[in-house]
């Protein structure tokens, strides 16, 4: 069954002007303008709209717009048309300055004053930070002590900062009230790509538009469940950020909580911003922070050697650029989490994620109990399929259901079988770069699909016992595994001493 295009009712964004703080770097080009572009695509472009580009380089207003239109067909996720990438880029402007520099927010200030009056923008201003965090804080307070970002006359001003949101709990605590000195919590945009994908969205709706899972979602139906955020991707170039950072900081306390809180949090009283992020926050609130002892029992880390992907082959992560010859810093994580709420206490959260596995799987695995008796005296309860419910993210995306089935023939003999929903079977997505809905979502003022303060802290809150008990056994404890396989074999041990296993990574 096919052709079920997604129809949408949403209105154009609001006029305003998008403020890019970073703009001469990959995001912007890559991911933000396609973004954009396929906004327009949409009709969700507002008509009054105009981009201003800051960075340190030196450039005009002219340069920037000619390599963003060169830019543009390169990454977009369509064929262009001239008339949208108009749209898009009609009213670019360059403002070239650092960002700890006053004078750099009064050139922008300038900018927006005639931008305002000529565009029309009736004063909405987006900032989008696009910079190494250590400019997140200059930033922020500059927007907020000139005035830039102060709110008035019904016009609204809104920032996004992109990730890393600190380093642990403390800086992660120390930005935000920074931040909070000079803007209210509903300007502060905290962007995790995660929630710009479809298939992440929708497991609120799978969960709370049917009302077939919620009676069994809880410890007296699931056993556990696996998170999966497998990567094939070596570190690439991005060796000097990957080293200062490791596995865990780069992909647990944002993508892999986020995943976490979707799936295990409590109906929200109201599919609203605020009851979304209070019910996730909620939820890691309740995640139990590990004492030291327990947090290296419960937790895997290790380190890629050279080895084998899709046939080629792939150096060692100390062998990278940029990555220190005796570095302990991890590319892949297993945890063990447990909550401690009505719903599930008692059943284990098995999470792991890393680069140069075997294959790119991005899933949330959801194990059914056993069937409480052995029935089929030839087939004994160990050997029955394993009631699998799989939110497969990507690169499929699907959900499936695993199940026991009878085998034909004249004795009871029993198969494991599978249900399988593709949306490419009944949905026509369109192309786009994971962006489009979290951008439009802020220049609405929706803030469902954003961390808020709470939520941040709290993830951090969790992973602080391991980034302490790892910094201090160092070394001590780093496993490694081949580059192109399915992780270390400590990370098997981790779930099997309990009588289960990982799902496949292929
Ligand atoms: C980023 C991480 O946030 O997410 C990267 O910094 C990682 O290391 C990426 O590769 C994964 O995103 P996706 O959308 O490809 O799963």
């Given at each position: 069954?096919?052709?079920?295009?997604?129809?949408?009712?949403?209105?154009?964004?609001?006029?305003?002007?998008?403020?890019?703080?970073?703009?001469?770097?990959?995001?912007?080009?890559?991911?933000?303008?396609?973004?954009?572009?396929?906004?327009?695509?949409?009709?969700?472009?507002?008509?009054?709209?105009?981009?201003?580009?800051?960075?340190?380089?030196?450039?005009?207003?002219?340069?920037?717009?000619?390599?963003?239109?060169?830019?543009?067909?390169?990454?977009?996720?369509?064929?262009?048309?001239?008339?949208?990438?108009?749209?898009?880029?009609?009213?670019?402007?360059?403002?070239?300055?650092?960002?700890?520099?006053?004078?750099?927010?009064?050139?922008?200030?300038?900018?927006?004053?005639?931008?305002?009056?000529?565009?029309?923008?009736?004063?909405?201003?987006?900032?989008?930070?696009?910079?190494?965090?250590?400019?997140?804080?200059?930033?922020?307070?500059?927007?907020?002590?000139?005035?830039?970002?102060?709110?008035?006359?019904?016009?609204?001003?809104?920032?996004?900062?992109?990730?890393?949101?600190?380093?642990?709990?403390?800086?992660?605590?120390?930005?935000?009230?920074?931040?909070?000195?000079?803007?209210?919590?509903?300007?502060?945009?905290?962007?995790?790509?995660y929630?710009?994908k479809?298939t992440v969205?929708?497991?609120?709706?799978?969960?709370?538009?049917?009302?077939?899972?919620?009676?069994?979602?809880?410890?007296?139906?699931?056993?556990?469940?696996?998170i999966t955020v497998a990567e094939?991707?070596?570190?690439?170039?991005?060796?000097?950020?990957?080293?200062?950072?490791?596995?865990?900081?780069?992909m647990?306390?944002?993508h892999l909580?986020q995943l976490?809180?979707?799936?295990?949090?409590?109906?929200?009283?109201?599919?609203?911003?605020?009851?979304?992020?209070?019910?996730?926050?909620?939820?890691?609130?309740?995640?139990?922070?590990?004492?030291?002892?327990?947090?290296?029992?419960?937790?895997?880390?290790?380190?890629?050697?050279?080895?084998?992907?899709?046939?080629?082959?792939?150096?060692?992560?100390?062998?990278?650029?940029?990555?220190?010859?005796?570095?302990?810093?991890?590319?892949?994580?297993?945890?063990?989490?447990?909550?401690?709420?009505?719903?599930?206490?008692?059943?284990?959260?098995?999470?792991r994620t890393?680069?140069?596995l075997?294959a790119k799987l991005t899933e949330v695995a959801?194990?059914?109990?056993?069937?409480?008796?052995?029935?089929?005296?030839?087939?004994?309860?160990?050997?029955?399929?394993?009631?699998?419910?799989v939110l497969g993210i990507q690169p499929k995306e699907?959900?499936?259901?695993?199940?026991?089935?009878?085998?034909?023939?004249?004795?009871?003999?029993?198969?494991?079988?599978?249900?399988?929903?593709?949306?490419?079977?009944?949905?026509?997505?369109?192309?786009?770069?994971?962006?489009?809905?979290?951008?439009?979502?802020?220049?609405?003022?929706?803030?469902?699909?954003?961390?808020?303060?709470?939520?941040?802290?709290?993830?951090?809150?969790?992973?602080?016992?391991?980034?302490?008990?790892?910094?201090?056994?160092?070394?001590?404890?780093?496993?490694?595994?081949?580059?192109?396989?399915?992780?270390?074999?400590?990370?098997?041990?981790?779930?099997?001493?309990?009588?289960?296993?990982?799902?496949?990574i292929?």
């Amino acid at each position: 069954m096919t052709g079920r295009t997604a129809t949408t009712t949403a209105r154009p964004a609001d006029p305003c002007c998008l403020v890019i703080f970073g703009a001469s770097g990959d995001l912007t080009h890559r991911l933000l303008v396609p973004a954009l572009y396929n906004l327009g695509v949409a009709g969700l472009l507002p008509d009054a709209f105009a981009l201003i580009g800051v960075a340190r380089s030196e450039s005009s207003s002219e340069a920037f717009r000619a390599d963003l239109e060169k830019s543009l067909p390169k990454f977009a996720t369509r064929q262009i048309d001239p008339a949208i990438a108009k749209k898009v880029l009609g009213n670019v402007v360059y403002v070239q300055g650092e960002s700890d520099d006053p004078r750099t927010y009064e050139k922008i200030g300038r900018e927006l004053s005639r931008i305002e009056r000529e565009q029309k923008t009736q004063g909405n201003r987006l900032f989008y930070l696009a910079t190494p965090p250590n400019a997140f804080v200059p930033i922020g307070c500059h927007l907020g002590q000139s005035g830039l970002a102060r709110q008035d006359n019904g016009a609204w001003r809104r920032i996004i900062i992109e990730k890393p949101f600190g380093t642990d709990l403390a800086s992660a605590q120390a930005l935000n009230q920074k931040l909070l000195s000079v803007l209210k919590e509903d300007q502060i945009f905290r962007i995790d790509h995660y929630l710009g994908k479809e298939t992440v969205q929708n497991i609120l709706v799978l969960r709370f538009g049917n009302g077939l899972f919620e009676p069994i979602w809880n410890r007296d139906h699931i056993d556990h469940v696996q998170i999966t955020v497998a990567e094939a991707l070596t570190i690439g170039r991005r060796g000097r950020y990957y080293d200062a950072t490791g596995a865990l900081r780069d992909m647990v306390p944002n993508h892999l909580f986020q995943l976490l809180s979707l799936v295990a949090m409590e109906p929200p009283a109201r599919f609203a911003a605020d009851a979304v992020r209070a019910g996730k926050a909620e939820l890691l609130d309740a995640v139990q922070v590990q004492a030291r002892d327990e947090a290296l029992r419960n937790s895997v880390r290790a380190q890629y050697g050279d080895g084998f992907i899709e046939n080629h082959a792939v150096e060692a992560y100390r062998q990278t650029m940029d990555v220190k010859r005796d570095s302990t810093s991890e590319t892949y994580v297993a945890l063990k989490l447990m909550i401690d709420n009505w719903r599930w206490a008692g059943v284990p959260f098995y999470l792991r994620t890393g680069k140069a596995l075997r294959a790119k799987l991005t899933e949330v695995a959801i194990k059914f109990k056993q069937a409480p008796i052995a029935m089929f005296r030839d087939t004994p309860i160990d050997r029955l399929a394993e009631n699998f419910l799989v939110l497969g993210i990507q690169p499929k995306e699907c959900i499936g259901l695993n199940f026991n089935a009878k085998i034909p023939g004249p004795s009871i003999a029993i198969g494991g079988v599978g249900m399988m929903f593709k949306y490419e079977d009944y949905f026509d997505a369109a192309p786009s770069t994971g962006y489009e809905t979290l951008i439009y979502d802020c220049m609405i003022g929706d803030a469902i699909l954003y961390p808020r303060a709470d939520g941040i802290e709290a993830g951090w809150r969790v992973v602080q016992p391991f980034i302490d008990a790892w910094r201090e056994v160092g070394a001590q404890g780093l496993a490694t595994y081949r580059a192109g396989s399915e992780g270390p074999a400590e990370a098997d041990w981790l779930i099997t001493a309990e009588g289960r296993r990982w799902r496949p990574i292929a």
